[in-house]
């Protein structure tokens, strides 16, 4: 086995393979190497954009949404202290530009971070993977059926360009959005667990953008940050 000296530090060795000898020290800096590794591979497997990896809230430009910038950092925080804020539904609006998904994509690295589960998704995907998970086709059916169990099961669900009918396909009969709405009752009422939703549509405007009101009326009335 080769073990290679760190050109970081005089404290150890890079080595790649197991190993039984205690005599070998693995360096400081190639640990955190390694984690960060095992992060950006979640962070990627999870459905994140890479391009947000490295961004930091110390990087955030403007000041119309500080306090919002605030209120997500302390988020992150108490997502990890108290179990009652992992079940909450937070919804990010503002115009294009406002970086929203790229604040809510370094929530869910933090918390990935933390060894939560987090699952970054479109809203027009979301749909169609419900609307598959009732489809006549068995074997369609089946792996759909296998991905929303999965989604059930992950802490926080952070879904993007939700309630925009420019970026959500709706049928005329709109027959889709109730496989939404039970999905969005079933993760916030029944399952506790906490879901983001970031728009450009503002809260009190779902329904005129082709939603139900009975869904607008559910997130209004739920939203806590």
């Known amino acids: 086995m080769d073990f290679v000296p760190c050109k970081k530090c005089n404290n150890g060795y890079i080595y790649t393979k197991k190993d039984s000898f205690e005599s070998v020290v693995e360096c400081e800096c190639h640990k955190k190497w390694l984690k960060e590794n095992q992060l950006e591979k979640q962070y990627k497997h999870n459905g994140f954009d890479m391009r947000h990896f490295t961004y930091s809230p110390r990087q955030y430009v403007g000041s119309k949404s500080i306090e919002d910038k605030d209120r997500l950092i302390n988020y992150v925080r108490q997502f990890e202290l108290n179990p ?3 079940k909450l539904l937070v919804y990010m ?11 809510a994509s370094w ?8 060894m939560f589960s987090v699952r970054y998704i479109l809203m027009n995907d979301l749909i169609k993977l419900l609307m598959d998970a009732e489809d006549f086709n068995e074997e369609r059916k089946e792996t759909a059926q296998a991905k ?4 059930e099961n992950t802490d926080l669900i952070i879904v993007d360009e939700s ?7 709706l049928y005329r009969s709109k027959f889709q959005i109730s496989f939404l709405d039970s999905w ?4 916030i009422g029944s399952l506790n667990k906490g879901i983001i939703f970031i728009s450009n549509v503002p809260l009190d405007k779902i329904e005129e953008n082709g939603f139900s009101h ?11 940050y």
């Open 184 to 187: 969005v009752r079933k993760r």
């Open 107 to 114: 929530v869910g690295k933090s918390l990935l971070a933390k």
């Open 163 to 169: 309630f925009d009918k420019e970026k959500v396909k």
């Open 93 to 103: 609006y503002g115009p294009n530009g406002t970086q929203k998904s790229t604040l």
């Open 148 to 151: 929303v169990e999965k989604l």
């Open 214 to 224: 009975s869904i607008q009326d559910f997130v209004e009335r739920e939203v806590t």
């Open 84 to 86: 009652e804020v992992r």
